[in-house]
């Protein structure tokens, strides 16, 4: 099957078909993370959006990107919560390259209604509240990015966590929330090492975010992404207060964005 760039005029169903035959006919999997992102390029113009938080995965990706002159949008969600160390590091990527990063914030009403309801701090209580908070702050936010795109395209790595390894795949279709549209998700460095990645990034001078040097492997709200402790493992940090409690005995520490749809 040879790839051409999705039409306007094609029904949901004839989207769908092409979209599965994309993964069913073509070797995506065996594709490295630069011709991944030049394919999904060609095949999406406008439509394939690299969603990113800045950790060494997006920013590399975007390097990646920029170097080729692709035709991709970049993106990040801002919970109204981020670190100011993520506010500047977004200027930062934007003056460095040169494109525009499209911040996808929540509706204001959304988060206001959540905050009476369950009052400010509501991820503390309990499991359920911390994912709903990450719902209506990024969870919908997201889907609202994903109504203007055919191709989401992640940083996710198996080397990140256990249940990333068990599930994700370098290419895989998921369901757009509320609908019968189907998205393409890429994850082009999904086979990536630590190592492999770090040897990019200083090979290539990518950007790298202030918070590493502060101890955090990832980054998220500023309440609930701490830097981790020698030993522990890199995805602790995330709703710290949940390691002890154990609520939940086999906690993914996911915000939502990747379960698998």
Known sequence: MTARAIEENES?????????????????????????????????????????????TGTAMIHMAMSQGLD??????????????TYAFIAEVQGRYGCEIEVIQPKRGDVQRMIERHGEYLFFDSKEKQEHCCQVRKDWPNNALLNTAD?????QR??????????????????????????????????????????????????????????????????????????????AGRW????????????PKECGLHYNI
């Open 151 to 155: 191709c989401w395209i992640s940083g």
């Open 240 to 251: 710290r207060w949940f390691n002890e409690r154990r609520e939940d005995g086999d906690d």
């Open 158 to 235: 198996w080397d990140q966590s256990e249940y990333r390894k068990e599930t994700a795949k370098k290419a895989v279709l998921i369901g757009e929330y509320g609908t019968r549209r189907q998205i393409l998700k890429l994850n082009p460095l999904v086979d990536w090492s630590e190592e492999q990645l770090m040897e990019y990034v200083e090979g290539h001078d990518v950007p790298v975010h202030p918070l590493y040097d502060q101890g955090y492997p990832s980054f998220g709200c500023i309440i609930c992404a701490t830097p981790v402790r020698p030993g522990e493992h890199k995805r």
């Open 72 to 85: 991709l949008r970049f993106a990040t969600l801002d919970t109204l919560r981020l670190h100011p160390e």
């Open 12 to 56: 949901i169903e004839e989207r769908n078909e092409r979209l599965a035959g994309y993964i069913s006919d073509l070797d995506l999997e065996g594709m490295s993370a630069p011709a991944l992102l030049r394919w999904a390029s060609e095949v999406f113009p406008g439509r394939a959006v690299l969603n990113t938080s800045f950790q060494y």
